[in-house]
């Protein structure tokens, strides 16, 4: 069979898709030798299928192992697929439900790079309210869709993002060191939302939570905004349910099922 025939080229990518395959399904990271095996292939077919698949991104390899493990490439074509599809088709109806409990304007955003990419809005019905900002891009650090998704990513990945980000301040109230935001991004760990407390817009407070998807990973962020004077005080307890109730049903709308872990009010399950 001459190597640049069709069935050849088709036998070239399934056998990449097994290895993928192999990755998603191992505990940890893998050896060339052992996922050569797993898959009954020559380790030097296997060794060219990985360097492939790491040039573009779809798997990378540990440089204090050299083990390999999946790269953030699928995870940003599942993300974008789910926004594109799924996610907002099911978001709305939670989106618009959190503005008929709270009063306020919901948004649903997705990550981008150190962005969040506003992608489903439904804007409050009062004459002082947070106006529609569908396609609007804003950084991680200073929004609770923002801090909601970073709290929540694999540790290397979010430290990753800290790392290249240029953290300037909004507001007085922005954070603008790293260590002040980790900080931060443990304490929402632990309640299961986050707070922009004028952080991102001066009279604006937001409270966002993230949705996961069936793995447990951030795919999303609900949130509601509203001027500051309005979304605290004797309404934040009751905001924070509504916000992060409809994060949950959300998330198990997408498969997240809460015995595999993830947020919940008051704590991680």
């Known amino acids: 069979m001459a190597r640049s025939s069709p069935s050849y080229r088709v036998q070239v990518l399934e056998r990449a898709f097994q290895i993928l395959d192999i990755l998603a399904e191992a505990e940890g990271e893998l050896g060339a030798s052992e996922i050569a095996a797993r898959v009954r292939l020559h380790k030097a077919t296997t060794h060219r299928l990985l360097m492939a698949l790491e040039r573009q991104r779809y798997v990378e390899r540990n440089p204090a192992t050299v083990k390999f493990r999946l790269g953030w490439r699928l995870f940003e074509l599942g993300t974008t697929a789910v926004s594109r599809l799924d996610l907002y088709a099911l978001a709305r109806p939670y989106v618009e439900r ?7 304007t919901a948004h649903l955003g997705v990550q981008r790079g150190d962005e969040i990419i506003s992608l489903v809005v439904s804007e409050s019905r009062r004459s002082l309210r947070s106006p529609s900002t569908v396609g609007r891009r804003s950084p991680l650090y200073c929004t609770s869709q923002g801090k909601a998704i970073l709290a929540f990513l694999r540790d290397d990945h979010a430290a990753e993002l800290i790392r290249k980000m240029r953290m300037t301040a909004r507001t007085p109230h922005t954070l603008t060191r790293p260590s002040r935001l980790k900080k931060e991004l443990a304490r929402v760990r632990t309640r299961g939302y986050a707070v922009d407390d004028e952080e991102f817009e001066e009279g604006l407070r937001c409270i966002g939570a993230p949705v996961l998807n069936h793995s447990g990973e951030p795919v999303a962020a609900i949130s509601i905004a509203g001027p500051a004077f309005r979304v605290g005080g004797e309404r934040m307890s009751d905001l924070v349910d509504a916000v992060t109730g409809a994060a949950r049903q959300l998330s198990a709308a997408m498969g997240f099922h ?6 919940t009010r008051g704590g991680r399950a």
């Open 258 to 263: 809460r015995a595999r872990g993830g947020p």
């Open 98 to 104: 959190l503005v008929e409990e709270t009063g306020e």
